[in-house]
Nanobody
């Protein structure tokens, strides 16, 4: 199993910045994709940003140019730098990993518990 722990959420004013971090631990042979998802009240969970183990990134259109995902493959950590935050960015942000826990065994999807980000004046 892979455990994911997020940190860095909180309350910020519109236009401000926050940095989220995620640390993976447990049985980890390889993490193929790490990503951030978010879920606002009454809405479906949506992809915010993802990064593969070979460096390919993908962003939701709504955060392009404002958010930046980074990843340290050796440390199994990931961060999301969020700038120019808007009230519509308010959501619970979840860390996600597509991982092969043990070499040769099936890959699985793993989720963190989530961290609240609130953008409000």
């Amino acid at each position: 199993q892979v455990q994911l722990v997020e940190s860095g959420g909180g309350l910020v004013q519109p236009g401000g910045s926050l940095r989220l971090s995620c640390a993976a631990s447990g049985n980890i042979f390889r993490i193929y994709v790490m990503a951030w998802y978010r879920q606002a009240p009454g809405k479906q969970r949506e992809l915010v940003a993802s990064k593969t183990s070979d460096g390919n990134t993908n962003y939701a259109d709504s955060v392009k140019g404002r958010f930046a995902i980074s990843r340290d493959n050796a440390k199994n950590t990931m961060s999301l730098q969020m700038n120019y935050l808007k009230p519509e960015d308010t959501a619970v942000y979840y860390c996600f990993a597509d991982s092969e826990p043990i070499r040769g065994e099936a890959r699985g999807d793993f989720w963190g518990q989530g961290t609240q980000v609130t953008v409000s004046s």
